[in-house]
């Protein structure tokens, strides 16, 4: 059998795999990256100097048998994977599990804003559109979050002012994103012009003009940096079960569950769902079958943006309380996560808490251990790339393998009774082109 | 096929085995492969002491509290992290400094983004083992996370370095940069008129201009600005300050294209405040045959490479900052609340000149140089802190 040959049928594999399947190679991807981790970390460790080994590595001594041999390592992987995890999830396994006061609440902090940029690339991605410019979205949403609220606080205060302002800033965001992430989605429309130059591009353009309007326009004169005026505390999300300090709201956390639940049904559910996911996958038989391709490329895009500016939105309501630049790069994260979760609006939610738990693990390995911040974001790029590559490699193979192998492992799902919501939808939309929904 | 997989598998685990044991580092303590352990910078590593390792909560700390319990410090660095040659760096100095000299134990973190500062913050504050009894925040961007952390956890000492936060537990330190900036300025404006040679670079005496390149444009940068132009006025009126702003502190392209347009419309000397970014502005030098300022440290030494073009740098003594709050805590005299500035008088700031360039400055150049600080001292001078000022 030849090499080239092989490689498909493990493609074909990767691609019958079940739901029960594919959790469990990604289980046994993460297992092999600790594996592979810990090795780095003992090389690592023996390439730097300390006084005290934090780690011994000898062979099992069963009756007595003397020493041959002892090892010292300065960082300890043991440590390192505990504190990586466990520290990340205040430490369940110790018997007081207090999750709401620690570094939970950060973990879920970062999920929170990771679900929203998450779902924002699988989005476009579902579309065939690769919004790399989530980021530069974020960024805009955030901008106009800050800016709006802080224009019409004082106008409410009070309870009434978290009621009246959050949704609108919320709002603000997803317009201000919507908007920016419109252009790069007209410009392939109309213009042809590549996705992914144009809001790589936009993010620069987004970042740079927004630091010339912080630091000249709506700079907070009693600060050094550039930063706007903190927004009322009655402007924020009111902060729920968590303790004040470390900037979660459970109720933005229902804000992301609720806006993976309308993705997920908009994709699966409706027909300008069908358009976006028939587009993704074989754009000219969409627009064959009466898809309007420019229109529903922008308006993925402007959905896709409208989902960055959200992000961009809970980062200012959320965890800072007024607009800094400098913003943490929770966009280009976003793609990562919509990688892990195959697209898949649903996965976003599992993919994000397990990037939140790396990202606010790390900080947890830093304080703990003396292993440097670089070599955590290996492991932590190893840990993402093993868990993606099987993915990734699914992704490719359907690909590869062409429409007919997926239209036979479709038509076995349906027969098994599963969700056939996909084979249903064309029926309605008996070729026509309009459809019954305009 | 499957014997050849199983031997393959053997030779790596005993190869393996044995070349990490072989390897040079390693802790002290396994004698027989303690090597020469690489590099200067890496034997840097902060000691291990058990009780850093020992998770949060954990019951087993009895261990860890050997003869007298130091005085343990925590360290929230800039975002940019160690190893930028100029800030961070120089904190961590004032560490070291502290440690040679006082019983501590410390500990370091760097943050990435600015939404982690609080993290770090209450991390160090929350913690019982140890409990720390400093914890230093470093840079002006920590201010708003620490004005929160500051007041959820109000028996915990911070200070903080370049900006204030007004709260009882907190000692803050605030620089002069303006006053250090302006001898520079006057160095420059000194040397920019005259037919200097030294090193690789010169200055040809009919230029009229020098530059001053900037990380982020901030209300703390533009201090070094106003201070250098009106340090380049006050030593002749005639000479010209080009400025640039690059927007990133660590973009050593953008300094070096920013600085070449500076020699080529014939400035001779260029000062920069911009963290990393000024290694393009010293490679610039380099190319045109021209001068360069360091910032923050003595950079002729941190960046030795460019030794040749280094005539002076503006250093700023973070290191003594964070050394005297620390020296405050073990002797418990934490001036929690204070505002401590540390302008030329407290040598907080200062000129130093180049190791290799500075012997060949002329003394008509470092003598009115030396006059101006002392007459800034004396209230004789007094150094703008807004550019639109000077």
């Known amino acids: ?438 | 096929m499957d014997s050849d997989r199983r031997r393959f598998i053997k030779v790596v685990g005993v190869t393996g085995l044995a070349g990490l044991a072989g390897c040079g580092g390693g802790p002290s303590e396994s004698t027989a492969t303690e090597g020469d352990g690489g590099s200067d910078d890496e034997t840097d590593e902060p000691e291990m002491t058990e009780g850093m390792t020992e998770t949060p909560g954990d019951v087993e700390t009895t261990e860890a509290m050997t003869e007298a319990d130091p005085t343990q410090v925590g360290m929230v660095y800039a975002t940019g992290g160690l190893g930028d040659g100029s800030f961070n760096d120089q904190a961590q100095q004032g560490l070291f400094q502290a440690e040679e000299e006082y019983d501590i134990a410390y500990q370091e973190a760097q943050p990435d983004d600015v939404a982690q500062f609080g993290d770090f913050q209450q991390q160090f504050a929350q913690s019982s083992d140890p409990d720390y009894d400093l914890v230093c925040c470093i840079g002006f961007l920590q201010t708003d996370a620490l004005t929160g952390t500051a007041a959820d956890y109000p028996e915990q000492n911070f200070m903080l370095v370049d900006s204030v936060v007004d709260a009882d537990n907190v000692a803050s330190y605030t620089f002069a940069e303006h006053e250090g900036s302006f001898l520079v300025g006057q160095m420059a404006g000194l040397l920019t008129t005259r037919d200097f040679s030294a090193g690789a670079g010169e200055t040809t005496g009919d230029s009229t201009n020098v530059g001053f390149v900037g990380g982020v444009e901030s209300d703390l940068i533009r201090k070094f600005e106003a201070g250098f132009t009106a340090g380049v006025t006050y030593a002749d009126e005639d000479v010209d300050v080009i400025t640039n702003y690059v927007g990133d502190f660590n973009e050593p392209s953008g300094g070096n294209e920013a600085a070449q347009a500076m020699y080529d419309s014939g400035a001779d000397i260029v000062y920069h405040a911009a963290g990393n970014t000024g290694t393009g502005v010293f490679r610039a030098a380099q190319d045109r045959g021209r001068f360069a300022i360091g910032v923050d440290r003595d950079q002729s030494v941190t960046k030795s490479s460019f030794q040749d073009v280094i005539v002076a740098s503006m250093v700023k003594r973070v290191d003594t900052a964070v050394y005297s709050s620390i020296e405050n805590v073990v002797n418990d005299e934490f001036q929690g609340g204070s505002v401590v500035s540390l302008g030329l008088e407290e040598d907080g700031v200062g000129i130093v000149y180049g190791q290799q360039l500075g012997s060949e400055i002329p003394d008509d150049v470092t003598g009115p140089v030396a006059d101006s600080r002392q007459a800034i001292i004396d209230g004789e001078i007094s150094v703008p802190t807004d550019p639109d000022d000077v």
Request: contains cysteine; glycine residues 12%; aromatic residues 10%.
């Open chain 1, 1 to 438: 059998m030849s090499a080239r040959e092989r490689f498909r049928r493990i493609l074909d594999r990767l691609l019958a795999a079940s739901g029960t399947e594919r959790a469990l190679i990604s289980l046994a991807s993460l297992v092999l990256a600790i594996a592979v981790g810990t090795v780095i970390i003992l090389v690592a460790g023996r390439m730097t100097t300390c006084e005290t080994a934090a780690f011994w590595l000898t062979h099992p001594r069963p009756l007595g048998v003397p020493e041959l041999f002892r090892v010292g390592f300065c960082y300890d992987p043991v440590t390192v994977y505990d504190r990586l995890f466990l520290g990340a999830l205040d430490d369940p396994l110790s018997g007081n599990w207090s999750p709401l006061d620690g570094q939970f609440a950060v973990t879920l902090r970062e999920t929170t804003v990771l679900v929203f940029t998450g779902l924002s690339v699988a989005l476009a991605f579902r579309a065939g559109v690769f919004n790399i410019g989530t980021q530069g979205q974020m960024v805009v949403g955030a901008l106009a979050t800050a800016l709006a609220v802080l224009w019409v606080a004082p106008l409410f205060s009070g309870v009434v002012g978290t009621l009246v302002l959050v949704p609108f800033g919320l709002l603000v965001g997803a317009v201000g994103g919507g908007l920016y992430g419109a252009v790069p989605g007209a410009l392939k429309a109309y213009a042809d012009a590549n996705e992914v130059i144009t809001t790589i591009m936009l993010n620069f353009i987004a970042t740079g003009i927004v630091l010339y309007l912080v630091s000249e326009v709506f700079k907070d004169p009693d600060s050094l940096a550039n930063q706007t005026v903190s927004l009322p505390d009655y402007a924020l999300f009111p902060v729920v079960l968590f303790g004040e300090q470390f900037g979660v709201s459970v109720l933005a956390l229902l804000v992301a569950l609720a806006a993976v639940v309308a993705v997920y049904y908009l994709l699966e559910h409706t027909p300008f769902g069908y358009d976006i996911r028939a587009s993704g996958l074989q754009p000219a038989a969409a627009e064959y079958g009466g898809v309007d391709a420019a229109r529903t490329v922008v308006a993925s895009m402007t959905l896709s943006g409208a989902l960055g500016g959200l992000a961009g939105a809970v980062y200012v309501l959320m965890i800072l309380g007024n607009f800094q630049t400098g913003v943490p790069a929770y966009g280009f994260d976003g793609i990562t996560v919509a990688i892990l979760a195959g697209n898949n609006p649903l996965g976003v939610t599992v993919a994000a808490f397990l990037f939140g738990v790396l990202k606010s693990g790390t900080t947890v390995v830093q304080f703990a251990t003396d292993v440097p911040p670089q070599l955590v974001g290996v492991l932590r790029g190893l840990i993402i790339l093993f868990v993606a590559m099987p993915e990734f490699f699914r992704l490719l193979g359907r690909r590869i393998a062409g429409p007919e192998r997926e239209s036979e492992r479709e038509a076995t799902v349906a027969t098994d009774g599963g969700h056939d919501t996909e084979h249903r939808a064309p029926e309605t939309r008996d070729g026509s082109g309009g459809g019954p929904r305009r």
